[in-house]
């Protein structure tokens, strides 16, 4: 049967692997993620489905096709804007980013949801000389930014550790897809398995095999894994983890009739989960 992948491109090496960890937060480990920056992507690969954030949209849609490319509109959790709520009126906030037009969209998006009453700068690393991060850094009592740039890997490395104040307080952002472009993203992979499967089927009914308990077998596991990914995405808006034991019991008789029927209806199943993703897409 054919086998999905899923690239996550970023940036940088760590929103790719940011990327990365927000696909896998809903699909698990079941689909092979590999991760790549911007520059590194030279060509469309086949069964391959590529997964960006906004900024990186127009890089990769020249040469990957529009069905092969998922949008990641990321958002930080309700945590992370109640934590910077708590910021006394009239502080400077310092917004720190690789990229500036990210942390103009954070302030903005703070201002939308009440936040106004802070001063927001931005410290953008990958626009601005190293002497202008650190004199920012120097002055900054409140930093703000995506968690994985805010920590031990940027933030805190040897490159900018020496140039934070003994005092600063750092809020960290942990980012999660929409509920839109992650069902986006889950329609398609049901789809991409819909298929595979039908295919598989018919394959082993035109050559008589008598194999069709495992394909019965990957049917409900892909079933599983979908809901179980619905399930993640929306309680990921908050910052809820879901819970991944959902199972059924799948009934396997010997009876190769009984097998092809029940592989039918669990078919049936995968299709009719598949539109009910596509609705929240």
Known sequence: MRELKLRAVG?????????????????GTEIFIDTATTREVEQSETDTFYICAKSQEHFLQS????????????HPT?????????IPAGSQVYVFNNLLPYTKLLATECRALGVDNVNFHSIAYDEMSFEEVCAALTSAR????????????????????????????????KRVASIQSASKLLASVAGFYYEALLEEKN????????????????ICKTIKMLRNAVNQVVTGQVDITGNRNFSEKFTVNADSNEVLESIDE????????????????
Do not use: W
Not at 12 to 27: M, N
Not at 78 to 86: H, M, P
């Open 63 to 74: 040469f990957v096709p529009s069905e092969n490319l998922f949008v990641f509109d990321l």
């Open 142 to 173: 409140y930093i703000i930014g995506v968690d994985c740039l805010v920590g031990e890997k940027m933030l805190f490395s040897e490159t900018y550790r020496e140039c934070l104040r003994p005092d600063v307080k750092i809020i960290a952002g």
């Open 266 to 281: 669990q078919l049936q199943v995968l299709f009719y989960i598949m539109q009910k993703i596509e609705r929240l897409s």
């Open 203 to 218: 394959f082993l009914i035109d050559n008589r095999s008598e194999q069709l308990a495992p394909l019965l077998h990957k």
């Open 78 to 86: 309700t945590k992370f804007f109640l934590d910077i709520a708590q």
């Open 11 to 27: 940036s940088s090496p760590l929103i790719a692997d940011e990327i990365k960890s927000v696909a896998q937060s809903f699909i």
